[in-house]
């Protein structure tokens, strides 16, 4: 596809449901990020994956939260036993240079995850 | 550690002039631009590398002052399209990505 494409765009879940966010990145871009974004914030990072290795995983909140790109190139956030703090806009973005490069960021629309 | 951005929000008149300040009080390695529009993605508007390098849009400008680690966006003559929030990230040694907390700018008619 010509963009970074995230499914669903709207998530609701009930307190407690487990969900899972799929990113699909700009084919051949190594590099894809996880972000959260909070109403009116800036985007907070997730995790970080170059090709298939989770690099990075310090910006995860909590042990609920899980992210994987088994084969380099879609991943899957997943979040289990929603809480209401979850709620935001998660965002995914991919570059075709690693992390400390010029790696230009391409940003999906998101998924909006709204937790009752 | 997030960089700071200043102002929080800017309003101008068609044609006016802005500028938005990012600050970090890391060594950093590249400062990005990027806006986003109220329900949008943010879209790439700029990157500046150590060293001076820049790459991004024609009709932005940014600037780079090592000393300082700061970088400022310069927006001149702006038009009704540049509304929105624009962030500042910041890549630095041993350091993740960070995004700053977003400048909000409204371009009014």
């Known amino acids: 596809g010509a963009g970074v494409s995230q499914s669903p765009r709207y998530k609701v879940a009930k307190r407690g449901q487990d969900v899972a966010l799929r990113c699909d990145p700009i084919s051949g871009h190594v590099s894809l990020f996880w972000y959260q974004q909070a109403l009116g914030q800036g985007p907070e990072f997730l995790t970080y994956?170059?090709?298939?290795?989770?690099?990075?995983k310090s910006g995860l909140p909590s042990d609920r939260f899980f992210a994987e790109r088994p084969e380099g190139s879609v991943s899957t956030l997943k979040i289990q036993r929603t809480q209401q703090e979850d709620s935001a806009v998660y965002l995914c973005?991919?570059?075709?240079?690693?992390?400390?490069?010029?790696?230009?960021?391409?940003f999906g629309a998101g998924t909006r995850l709204s937790v009752l | 550690q997030q960089p700071v951005q200043s102002p929080q929000a800017v309003i101008l008149r068609e044609g006016e002039d802005a500028v938005i300040n990012c600050s970090s009080s890391?060594?950093?390695?590249?400062v990005h631009w990027y806006r986003q529009k109220h329900g949008e993605a943010p879209v790439f508007l700029m990157i500046l590398l150590k060293g001076g390098e820049q790459k991004g849009h024609d009709k932005i400008s940014t600037s780079f002052n090592e000393k300082k680690q700061q970088s400022s966006l310069y927006l001149t003559a702006s038009q009704l399209s540049y509304s929105g929030t624009y962030f500042c990230?910041?890549?630095?040694?041993?350091?993740?990505?960070?995004f700053g907390p977003g400048t909000r700018l409204s371009v009014l008619p």
């Open positions: 973005a991919s570059s075709d240079k690693a992390i400390g490069t010029k790696n230009i960021q391409y």
């Open positions: 890391k060594a950093l390695y590249s």
């Open positions: 994956f170059q090709n298939e290795a989770q690099l990075d």
């Open positions: 990230g910041t890549d630095s040694y041993g350091q993740n990505f960070v």
